[in-house]
């Protein structure tokens, strides 16, 4: 069993994808395809559009068990959907423009959340793949917090899947990081002092009407108020499973090796400058630059995922997972990350419903 300075370092996968007919516009049968798509082994769940579903995997111990359980969670959401003459899609947009805004899934909280977030609940539609690891306690996972948000925007490098959006190329690789940062408490967390620190701004938060509960923190990192773990949200929808797990044990990795540096400070970066960064990769995606953590030079962000790794290669070897990473690494490489990957099923025959489909789960 893989352990990080004695403590067992499990991960696991939450993913959003997009229901759509045959034409590629959004269905509202959400809720019909989480229904049959349950069993008491499978987590599968709505999401606040009835477009949305959401699947996670179990606790994993290793990068071949989360490989298999992605697989096997997104095999079962695309049966039941194809059941219903639907589709589901791994994108962090909606390719396709809507005639109306998409409804939202009709429960208490989400009705709610409409009513008090008003157009951002009603707009902009986006999925996204959140990382949960196992900390010891919530004191380390604040410190965790800290030791890995220098990185967010190389993680989000690695998932970048949101190029068109409404019917266009938005000429960014992660429209959905756009368009989630209008939420008051999204975008990166800053550095914490403590655990008391850390609720204190989000009672700050709570009282001031930004959130309804605290499970709309929507930080990039923030700690799970489920689970005892801390729970990595940067990253869009990734195109294939491949690619989902290769997030999840990179950012397993940045855990571990966290984990090993409580006592060290970690990297100084401002909260202005880390969001400039996490725009800029969000523009460009993997096969653009962004200031590096240390430097401060402007870098390819490949170059960045190399150093990355190099950093967190004894996490990595701790729970078996280096050749996982480099081999994931080298295919995203090859074919580039989600975003470049629409472009160029666009760019074939000049047709929305070719990215589309270069999206549907099978």
């Known amino acids: 069993m893989p352990r990080v300075a004695g403590f067992v370092l499990t991960v696991g996968v939450e993913e959003e994808f997009l229901l759509i007919d045959d034409a590629g516009r959004l269905s509202l049968r959400g809720p019909d395809v989480v229904h049959a798509a349950k069993e008491p082994e499978v987590a599968v769940q709505l999401e ?5 579903v959401e699947s996670a995997t179990g606790v994993c111990e290793s990068a071949g068990e989360l490989l298999g359980q992605l697989r096997e969670l997104r095999g079962r959401l695309a049966k039941e959907a194809g059941r219903s003459g639907l589709r589901v899609m791994a994108s962090g947009t909606p390719v396709f423009a809507q005639e109306t805004p998409p409804e939202i899934t009709p429960t208490t909280r989400y009705r709610r959340m409409a009513e008090q977030f008003r157009a951002i609940a009603r707009t902009g539609t986006a999925c996204g793949c959140h990382v949960h690891v196992a900390v010891p306690d919530r004191e380390a996972g604040v410190v965790v917090s800290n030791h890995v948000r ?60 930004a959130m309804l509960d605290r499970g709309m923190l929507y930080w990039d990192i923030r700690l799970s108020e489920r689970q005892p773990t801390l729970e990595t949200r940067v990253a869009d929808v990734a195109v294939t499973a491949e690619a989902a797990a290769l997030l999840g044990i990179v950012v397993r990795g940045l855990v571990g090796t966290a984990l090993d540096d409580l006592d060290r400070p970690p990297l100084s970066l401002s909260q202005e400058v880390l969001r400039a960064n996490l725009w800029r990769v969000a523009r460009d995606g993997a096969g653009g630059s962004c200031l590096h953590p240390v430097t ?25 997972d280096v050749d996982f990473v480099l081999e994931a690494l080298a295919k995203l490489r090859e074919t580039g990350d989600g975003a470049q990957r629409q472009r160029a099923a ?14 549907i789960l099978r």
């Open 150 to 209: 220098p990185w967010l925007p190389a993680l989000l490098g690695l998932t970048a899947n949101s190029a068109f959006c409404d019917g266009q190329d938005t000429r960014y690789s992660s429209w959905r990081h756009i368009l989630w940062s209008r939420w008051p408490s999204a975008g990166p967390p800053p550095v914490f002092v403590s655990l008391d620190h850390y609720e204190t701004i989000v009672d700050g938060m709570l009282r001031a009407g």
């Open 346 to 359: 666009f760019a074939k025959r000049k047709l929305l419903g070719d990215v589309v489909d270069s999206l």
């Open 296 to 320: 401060g030079r402007l870098v390819p962000v490949h170059a960045q995922l190399t150093e990355l790794v190099d950093r967190i290669r004894p996490a990595l070897r701790a729970t078996g």
């Open 48 to 52: 606040l559009g009835r477009c949305q």
